[in-house]
């Protein structure tokens, strides 16, 4: 059989087994594997897939059903594949939109928020560690009786205003930063979407945080057009509302787009995409989200109020899920109106939610592989204690999961005590640890227990549901050293890449070299080695060997793409001080040998020595999990 033969026999095959092209929503390639996105993936045959003449693996990931070819091949299956289907072709992100579509509405939310999310982290953690700076400096008797740090010491009150200053500008001016993230996400103008935000917070409204006492005072002020009566309150410190606009924004833009002649595009459009969202932002979506607080308040209270330790509990609870939406900020004028009648709940139930977080996001600093998830986890964490949760929440605690679910347990915890001890504030503050000095005298001790109820237990119900592979999908049962090649079940163990040589283990951000520290080919880690041999990570095949015998390329059976590249800029060595042992195509086992290296020579060539693994299709997976310090050969190094 000719290979324009077998590359025929193949599609055909493949379409059959797959469930034909009416199961088949979107299809691409990469270099090595198709990448599908079925409407049923129960009608694939996967048994019967894997016989397929050039089909080297399967495996399904994130919505996408992947069926592993090879590169040089899976290009010329992918033609026929379409032609014979009739499909249309797509690119690989119009793949991962499709796989998007098919998760559920929660699921897409949670991915929503943590997209939009992720970006603003530094800016919110920076606010937010110089927030509780300030909480510091001004608490009244936190250091000295009935005195803040302020008062007893002048010289630090402009220090303090300043800083003040600083703190509150991400999140007075939030919608703008969200504005600009989520329509560029929902694939409109960001800029368009950053005015959105500008407008939504502008001087000329009334500020959100004063809108409990003009709703208590009947002084809320009104535009009045064409017979609407349209409030003019600013959103900030919102997240659902901003999202909403910011939607709506990218869907204006692009109808608009379609129908305006292009002489007249960039002048009508964003005209008319910023008048239309706008109005529709101030006269539906606040409406909706408004009216929807409101009876959401209604019930948290009546929750309180009348179930007790139980409703304080529930309420603790889903404080997490309403502070994602957004929604807390409905609270604000039910907090102002039981301070009046002589005390409000809100804040001991909050505070004890955002030290929940903070006790999760530390858990998870302690318990996640990632790197760069622990250093989030760092900041973001001490963050949340002191009473901003946005960081912690979206950039660590959701993307996680599990860690958001023990902080809504610790919350729960918390909130229980807080209500069974009747913890009320006196003001309105900080909801974190230093939110006891705007709590009542004789509540301050009850309301310290509740938030180290809260923290403690949200850490703790982290770390066991760390411990449980239903919930944390970064679990590595496999982790003891071994001097010899791993069993082949071990092997083959999905995701799984054991170190090529001994030696010690450095993030692939400190390798010194800048593409691969900016991880442009991918991410990783680098091995300072012990040793000169590079042995095979994982059970697999070669997809490419450098001419200069420095560098090869692996193909897991699961799809995992890796390259073994030996010291840095070692090409100019033109294969002097290298013995490669393989061959592209050819099948190798966990241990068997790949390259040797003479560590002398590239020393005295003046170059660094490091062994670099990288995943080089680390895009395709939610998490690389590393594991740095000294390793022998064949101890797990990464898994995806």
């Keep these: 059989m000719t290979k324009e033969e077998r590359y025929q026999a193949s599609a055909e095959q493949l379409l059959k087994l797959l469930g034909g092209s009416d199961n088949i929503i979107s299809a691409a390639h990469c270099a090595t594997r198709l990448r599908l996105v079925l409407k049923d993936e129960s009608r694939a045959n996967v048994d019967e897939i894997l016989k397929v003449d050039l089909v080297k693996g399967q495996f399904a990931n994130a919505g996408q059903f992947q069926i592993i070819i090879g590169s040089g091949t899976v290009d010329e299956v992918y033609k026929r594949f379409i032609q014979i289907g009739g499909i249309a072709e797509a690119t690989k992100s119009d793949v991962k939109q499709a796989a998007a579509q098919k998760m559920n509405p929660l699921q897409r939310l949670v991915k929503t928020l943590s997209d939009v999310f992720v970006p603003l982290i530094p800016a919110l953690v920076a606010s937010g560690l110089m927030m509780g700076i300030n909480n510091i400096l001004t608490a009244s008797g936190l250091f000295i009786p009935g005195l803040s740090l302020v008062e007893a010491y002048p010289g630090l009150a402009d220090l303090a205003a300043m800083i003040n ?97 292009e002489v007249l ?193 949200g850490f703790g119900f982290t770390y066991a549901m760390s411990r449980m592979p239903r919930f944390n999908r970064e679990l590595d049962a496999d982790n003891t050293p071994s001097a010899a090649a791993p069993a082949l079940s071990e092997a083959c163990k999905p995701g799984t890449v054991y170190a090529p040589v001994s030696g010690n283990v450095i993030s692939y951000e400190e390798i010194p070299d800048d593409t691969f520290a900016a991880g442009i080919l991918g991410r990783g880690v680098g091995i300072e080695p012990a040793e000169g041999t590079v042995a095979a990570p994982f059970d697999g095949e070669i997809s490419t060997v450098t001419d200069t015998k420095h560098a090869v390329g692996l193909l897991s059976p699961d799809g995992l793409e890796l390259l073994i590249h030996v010291g840095v800029d070692t090409v100019a060595m033109n294969g002097d001080g290298f013995t490669c042992y393989v061959q592209e195509g050819q099948k190798v086992k966990a241990g068997e040998r790949l390259i040797a290296f003479d560590r002398e020579k590239i020393h005295q060539a003046g170059h660094p020595d490091c062994v670099v693994v990288l995943v080089t299709n680390a895009d395709d997976y939610e998490n690389v999990s590393i594991q740095t310090g000294h390793c022998r050969a064949l101890q797990t190094i990464i898994h995806v």
Excluded at 191 to 202: C, E, K
Excluded at 242 to 261: D, M, N, Q, W
Excluded at 357 to 379: E, N
């Design 265 to 457: 595009d960039n002048l009508l459009t964003p005209l008319l995409s910023v008048v239309v969202t706008g109005f529709l932002t101030f006269t539906v979506v606040g409406g909706v989200m408004r009216t929807a607080g409101d009876l959401l308040t209604g019930g948290l209270v009546w929750l309180h109020d009348s179930l007790g330790v139980i409703g304080g509990a529930v309420f603790g609870f889903i404080y997490s899920p309403l502070t994602m939406t957004g929604m807390h900020h409905s609270l604000l004028p039910v907090e102002i109106q039981l301070i009046a009648a002589g005390g409000s709940f809100l804040l001991a139930i909050s505070s004890c939610n955002n030290v929940a977080q903070g006790g999760a996001t530390l858990c998870a600093m302690m318990t996640a592989k990632d790197k760069k998830t622990k250093s989030v986890a760092a900041t973001s964490g001490v963050s949340a204690l002191l009473g901003i949760t946005e960081p912690a929440m979206f950039g660590v605690n959701l993307k996680l999961k599990y860690p958001f679910y023990g902080a809504m347990l610790g919350s729960a915890l918390g909130g229980a005590y807080v209500t069974l001890t009747n913890v009320l504030n006196a003001a309105p503050g900080s909801a974190g640890i230093v939110g006891f000095v705007c709590v009542q005298s004789e509540s301050m001790l009850n309301f310290l227990i509740g938030v180290a109820i809260a923290g403690l237990s």
């Design 165 to 261: 200053t600083f703190a509150s500008a991400a999140y007075a001016f939030l919608p703008i930063l969200i504005g600009f993230s989520a329509t560029k996400m929902f694939g409109g103008n960001p800029y368009l979407g950053a005015v959105i935000g500008m407008i939504m917070v502008s001087g000329d409204l009334l500020n959100a945080y004063s809108y409990g006492a003009a709703l208590t005072e009947g002084t809320i002020p009104m535009w009045n057009i064409l017979g609407l009566t349209i409030e003019k309150v600013g959103y900030q410190g919102t997240v659902l509302p901003v999202l909403a606009a910011s939607f709506l924004l990218s869907y204006v833009e692009k109808k608009l787009h379609k129908y305006i002649p």
